[in-house]
């Protein structure tokens, strides 16, 4: 019986077809999970970086031209805006102008400035432009969420940069 051991070799396979099938079944949701996981983590962190950079250009740009405190906080508004129009969904762009001294919170686009006296005038030292920009991510998530993902994914993203101002180069309200 010459054809013997290729009958057995073949029975052998055919009971065992189907165990590629669950094989493939049980790791391809954790093979998947891993690198979906990963493109999200890696989309997140991109949009991290892009806001940080934004955040600093606007700061940067507050400091290039000798206008009024209201208006370098609009131009650094301006520049983030520009900056972070690749990402979707909205943004909230925040920015405040505060002497050196004190706490500087940023205020939201729509808010007008209310600079305290001791920055801006001859008699001030120096200013800070604080501006930051938030994201946020639960709302408008770029990669939805799978079950369980969706712990290791923040909440909100924000970049915030702060410049130092010289009151001589200020120009007053």
Not at 27 to 47: C, E, R, W
Not at 82 to 93: C, F, K, L, Y
Not at 143 to 158: N, R, W, Y
Request: proline share 9%.
């Amino acid at each position: 019986m010459p054809f013997q051991p290729y009958l057995d070799n073949h029975r052998h396979a055919w009971r065992e077809r189907g165990v590629y099938a669950v094989e493939f079944a049980l790791v391809f949701p954790i093979f998947f999970a891993l690198v979906y996981g990963a493109l999200s983590l890696a989309v997140v962190m991109t949009m991290r970086m892009g806001l940080q950079n934004a955040a600093e250009e606007g700061a940067r740009a507050a400091l290039r031209y000798n206008i009024q405190l209201d208006g370098r906080r609009q131009t650094a508004n301006a520049v983030v805006q520009s900056q972070t129009n690749w990402m979707p969904g909205p943004r909230t762009v925040l920015s405040a102008v505060c002497a050196l001294s004190a706490e500087c919170v940023p205020v939201a686009t729509a808010t007008p400035v209310t600079v305290p006296p001791t920055c801006g005038n001859s008699v001030a030292t120096a200013c800070q432009v604080v501006v930051a920009v938030r994201y946020d991510y639960a709302a408008n998530p770029v990669f939805p969420p799978i079950p369980g993902l969706g712990v290791l994914l923040p909440k909100s993203l924000e970049g915030r940069a702060s410049v130092l101002v010289d009151s001589n180069t200020l120009t007053p309200l």
